[in-house]
């Protein structure tokens, strides 16, 4: 049967948001409701007739509320097949009442835990009934309507106007979906802690759960669907950022507005501004400045041509200043912590320009997961959050202040670079990078090539890499990359080392002049 009439329903929820609006609504229909304790005072207040769950099963709430609506009264009123004689046989035999219309929702486990709770109160906040009702309900959705979301009350009361007190089949499948997908996002959610609470990196089981919050137009190309989802995990970033004006996002913007924030973040605002400019999640300039402005013009400088179309993160809250150097070519999104009214009102201007407030920095210190998907399966790893504790001079020149500045610059950007990748920095600014080669000489050519390019743009008789400083992700396994990195002017290198080959890329550089250091930490990005 396509149409159910609700003659009796179930109201027990944790989050009480528009419930007495709509347990009206349901008595507007002659709906007999039925509640929980918490549940049934509120709406007793607001002076709607309620049925409390305790008068139907003959106990009453017991053990601090774990248990109440765990009863046959109670779930075979929901489970029983409305065209299964037998099922309204054992209905009749045991004075069941059928449940029409359950509204549940569960204890705020992920609200607790997110709040820092102990294990004790977090443990009490995982729902037992809640989700046993919820799936029941569910399972019946021939027959019973369920509203796991206070956002879904608005439709059932849609449905039951339109059709006199009724809900379709078709609405019941659609919150039967929902309900089911709630269940498992709680679910996962308490495996997760429970895992992390025990240290368990690799549990035998790992669920990911997601709220969807926007279906996008399409993926990496238009053939391709797609959405972005949120995890809820508390860090400022894309998931977090307020759209302020712009067309709609697309998925390469997303990615690649995740890539650039990150990488911006690594920088304090307290201590300088930061301006990251990114192209197909690789950077294609990145400079600190006293200000926003003087960081995004030399960021730009590094690589104008690529720049073009990009994404422009900042560190700082964006200024007018730093808006009217931003506008003056063709960007496609700002990703910032947020944004002047006047920056806003420069930005306004150009309405397809995609401007989004974030709240705060991402912490790229905090620990968390990352996922990849492969055929059959996913990859999932720790965040990479390290942190070069210390430098190893292995030269026989040791790099000046400025060099060291310029070093520990560059090799923070090439973490945030497809591998092979190479960095060449002076004075806090890009001006060469080589991102995603198959070799890390190749690699370190194309970053020369391209600074050379920019070098002439600006009309500049010398290529910007020479006086630079050079950043590997990964050692070198042979002299070759370091020669090309010392023809190309640089005159110090930072790399993790740890190749069979060190001593010979080490007495390259000694022959070159060039200071080197160690860090002992890889970054590869892929």
Known sequence: MTKRKIARALLSVSDKTGLADFAKALRKHGVEIVSTGGTAKLLREAGIEVIEVAEITGLPEMMDGRVKTLHPKIHGGLLAVRENEAHLKALAEHAIAPIDLLAANLYPFEQTV?????????????????????????????????VVDPADYARVVAEMEANGGATTLPLRK????????RTAAYDAAISAWFAERLGERTPTTRVIAGNLAEALRYGENPHQWAAFYRTGEPRFGVATARQVQGKELSYNNLNDTDAAYELVAEFDAKGCAAVAIIKHANPCGVALGATLAEAYRKALACDPTSAFGGIVALNRTLDAHAAREIVKIFTEVIVAPDASQEAKAILAEKKNLRLLLAGGLPDPKAQ???????????????????????????TKRKPSDKELADLTFAFTIAKHVTSNAIVYARDGATVGIGAGQMSRVDAARMAAWKAEDAARAQGLGQSLTQGSVAASDA???????????????????????GSLRDDEVIAAADKAGLAMVFTGLRHFRH
């Open 114 to 146: 997110a709040g820092g709770a102990d294990f004790d109160t977090s443990i009490e906040t995982i729902d037992i009934g809640g989700p046993a009702l919820i799936r029941a309900g569910a399972k019946n959705h021939a027959s019973v309507t369920v």
């Open 174 to 181: 659609s919150l039967a979906a929902r309900a089911f997908a």
């Open 368 to 394: 968390g997961l990352a996922f990849r998907s492969l055929s059959g399966g996913f990859l999932v790893q720790a965040r990479d959050n390290g942190v070069v504790s210390e430098l190893k001079v292995v």
């Open 475 to 497: 050692f070198f396994p042979f002299a070759d990359g370091l020669e090309v990195i010392a023809q190309g002017g640089a005159t110090a290198v930072i790399q993790p080392g």
